[in-house]
């Protein structure tokens, strides 16, 4: 019999990719993947610990298990990710229901440790006495002992691995990667392939340096690979991953260390600005710019080519040159400067100034963006407030910038103390949560604004569109319809076809695409109707920009048709984080 497993993840993209690949592999072995968690006998966590509120989020959740344990012994829990490594086995004291921890760097070694734990548990289940009450603290101590597991774990920290060299500990990890299985029939048309793991960057605040370990470059022969088998399954938009992409570099044949530093480089200076790539580019090294090269030409099948995160410095010319030249890679950059004040930049240990951020804004802006043909370039950030030591003077001086940056969108946190950071163990965090609430509020007003202007600069222009599903309002509306039977009747027809429908709805393997990069519209298909209690049905995409564009499908047309296509919309108004838009194309609708 099969096992049900259940597997929520918290957290970053990186984190999407890390649960992608564990499903993959664990389906290959036999495991199968339920939605609902209380159907399932394996629940797993993928874990973020950026911030505290993600981490309550993830003991709460378990609280509510350890409950449901005490009735179903052989329950097996597994936390993986950022918050298995930065916890380690006291995780599993304060919450004896976890039996596996494995943290990002050891993601690997999942099917051994999880194929134990089943073991262990179901032999607990057979010697189990019968349902104690569900009140954990309340048990005997013995029978909250039998909670506890053989505890499986792997932690970057307790493992050998410190001792190995990363291209080894790689090497291993890379196997995950490679072992990533892409069914033609069962994505959304959009796919992340990590390039780097790790970061070496040890910003004051941010726990990523040691959860996810030092930086490490994939091989490019397998991150070609991987992206020529997802276009091959269809995959039209690939997004490149890493802590900070920009600073992919990859040395053939050179061992790295476990400090990140690639032997024939160590106590090389890093140059800073245009210069960066250029100076280490030679046959034996392959640069950022030289893998966006690779990948644009020798995989036309991905339509979409972008990249996150990206780090303000050492992002050279040669990067901005290549995405110039290059029609398929996305004009789109996530570039945090975290605040704008010289001060903050300087305790958060960014390395660089308010200016040198903004220089490469107007750097970056130069090379790329040309709204007269079509290609803006759009920029996203993020932004701590309330920093320790952040004055009203220094929140002003972050305002300014959003003012100048003009970012089409900026993710801004409330800063959240992390054990174990250089900003925890010296630094008080003496903004009170009020004034950080306060500074929250003031930027996101000011950047809801600064959105909608940016929005409209692309009135009256046509925007390519990769349309992923029903908009959110459609899909809502859809399911109230559905739930009290006023939906036209071919609403129930798709639910019990299973049609995917939604915000991620699934794509047809392979989308036909014009020579202009425009997909050509499937022909109508009959019995999916494109309005809604007499509404049209709204669908909602993306520009290359990342820009989101809602738009109306067309009459006889149904929605679903349209749903992994890249279509031209012609843009009327620009409203909060959203445009609106019309189908700019009547050929074959
Ligand atoms: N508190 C608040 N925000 C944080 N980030 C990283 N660490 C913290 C922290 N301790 C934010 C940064 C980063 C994003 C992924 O999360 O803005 O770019
Ligand atoms: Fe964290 Fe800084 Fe690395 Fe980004 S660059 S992951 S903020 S340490």
Request: hydrophobic share 35%; aromatic share 6%.
């Amino acid at each position: 019999m099969p096992l049900d497993v259940y597997l929520e993840t918290f957290g970053c993209q990186m984190n999407e990719l890390d649960s992608e690949l564990v499903s993959s592999q664990l389906r290959a072995l036999g495991y199968r993947f339920t939605e609902r968690i209380d159907d399932a006998r394996v629940v797993l966590f993928n874990t973020c610990s950026v911030r505290e509120h993600a981490e309550q989020k993830v003991w709460s959740r378990l609280g509510e298990l350890a409950v449901r344990k005490v009735r179903q012994p052989e329950l097996v829990v597994g936390v993986l990710g950022c918050m298995a490594e930065r916890e380690g086995d006291g995780l599993m004291k304060r919450m004896p229901v976890v039996d596996i921890l494995v943290g990002p760097a050891e993601l690997d070694k999942l099917p051994a440790l999880l194929d134990n734990a089943v073991r262990t548990r179901i032999s607990l289940a057979i010697d189990a006495p019968a349902p104690p009450p569900p009140e954990v603290d309340s048990l005997p101590s013995f029978i909250k002992k039998s909670l506890v597991s053989a505890g499986q774990i792997a932690l970057q920290g307790t493992s050998s691995r410190r001792s190995q060299t990363l291209a080894a500990a790689g090497d291993q990890l890379e196997l995950l990667d490679l072992s990533r299985a892409t069914s033609p029939d069962d994505h959304s048309g959009s796919a992340y392939v990590r390039i780097t793991r790790g970061c070496n960057k040890f910003c004051t605040y941010c726990v990523v340096p040691f959860t996810r370990g030092a930086e490490i470059h994939r091989p490019p022969e397998h991150i070609v690979d991987e992206c020529k088998r997802l276009a091959d399954a269809g995959i039209i938009e690939v997004t490149l991953l890493g802590q900070t992409v920009n600073h992919y570099r990859f040395e053939h044949g050179a061992a790295v260390t476990v400090d990140g530093v690639t032997q024939p480089q160590k106590g090389r200076v890093y140059r800073t600005g245009e210069d960066f790539a250029d100076a280490y580019a030679g046959e034996r090294v392959t640069t950022f710019a030289g893998l966006l090269k690779r990948i644009h030409d020798e995989v036309p099948g991905i339509q979409r080519l972008r990249f996150v995160t990206s780090y303000p410095k050492s992002f050279g010319n040669d990067v901005l040159q290549v995405i110039r030249e290059s029609p398929r890679i996305c004009r789109y950059l996530h570039v945090p400067a975290q605040s704008g004040s010289d001060r903050m930049l300087k305790a958060m240990n960014r390395g660089y100034t308010v200016q040198e951020y903004l220089d490469f804004l107007a750097r970056a802006r130069e090379f790329l963006h040309q709204p007269e043909i079509g290609r803006p370039l759009t920029v996203a950030g993020d932004i701590i407030v309330g920093f320790p030591g952040e004055t009203e003077e220094d929140h002003l001086a972050t305002a300014e910038l959003l003012r100048t940056a003009r970012y089409k969108n900026c993710f801004i946190f409330k800063y959240s103390p992390r054990p174990g950071t250089t900003a925890y163990d010296k630094l008080a965090d003496d903004v009170p949560e009020e004034t950080k609430r306060r500074r929250n509020n003031e930027l996101l007003k000011l950047q809801l604004e600064i959105s909608t202007r940016v929005g409209e600069e692309f009135i009256g222009r046509t925007m390519q569109v990769f349309v992923q599903g029903v908009s959110k309002r459609d899909s809502k509306r859809r399911a109230a319809e559905a739930a009290c039977g006023t939906g036209s009747p071919g609403v129930e027809s798709w639910a019990s076809r299973g049609v995917a429908l939604s915000i991620e709805g699934r794509v047809a393997p392979s989308t036909p695409v014009s020579a202009a990069g425009v997909a050509e519209l499937k022909t109508p298909s009959e019995d999916l109707p494109n309005e809604m209690g007499g509404l049209p049905t709204q669908l909602s995409g993306r520009t290359e920009g990342d820009l989101i564009v809602l738009f109306d499908a067309p009459a006889g047309r149904s929605p679903e048709s349209l749903v992994g296509q890249i279509v031209p919309v012609w843009i009327e108004s620009s409203k909060m984080l959203s445009l609106m838009g019309r189908l700019a194309i009547s050929a074959g609708v």
